[in-house]
């Protein structure tokens, strides 16, 4: 984050949880800029309105459990981290939700201000590079595609040299060409050419 202040929404409906939770976060110097809400609702709204940089989601809320909960936020907000934090029985069930989304997993009770600050920044880094991959991806496969689009036969006037779209439309090839692709055309003479209008001027 470089210095910025994080911005961190936990979603936990047990008071003393909370409590704690937020105690923890003083101690680590990370309670800057904290919403809490106690209901999944609540909390993907708490998200939008905080534009937070990290979620700590329990897995058990009055409106949502387990799986559905990761899949809620993870599915509305899919570029946020988001670390789940489980009882001690559901431990497995945390291990589970990294496969759902989930950056990472805490499992109440086993853990302090140095563990809890030390997985949001990695959540954070881990959610970041991810996005990087993905964004680079999506860009790659843009560019194939715009590729694509120029390959195979391109029927061309013999004469006129106009390219024949897909509609049955009769366009300049440069038209086509800039249409199609990133490139862009300047125009000039080529030797011959060059002589031969000089050659007409005269």
Known sequence: MNGEKIHIVLIEDEPVSAKITLRMLKEAGLDSAVTVRDTLEAGLKGIEEAGAHVVLLDLSLPDSQGTATVNAVCGRFPKLPVVVMTGTDDEALGLEELKHGAQDYLVKGQFGHRELKRTISYAI??????????????????????????????????????????????????????????????????????????????
């Open 125 to 202: 880094e881990r959610k970041e590079l991810l996005n990087e991959k993905e964004d680079l991806i999506l860009k790659l496969q843009e560019a194939l595609h715009r590729v694509k689009r120029l390959t195979g036969l391109l029927p061309t006037c013999a004469d006129c040299r106009k390219v024949r779209t897909p509609k049955g439309d009769w366009v300049q090839m440069e038209s086509y060409i800039s249409e199609h692709s990133e490139a862009l055309f300047t125009h000039g003479f080529c030797d011959n050419c060059y002589e031969k209008r000089l050659k007409e001027i005269h």
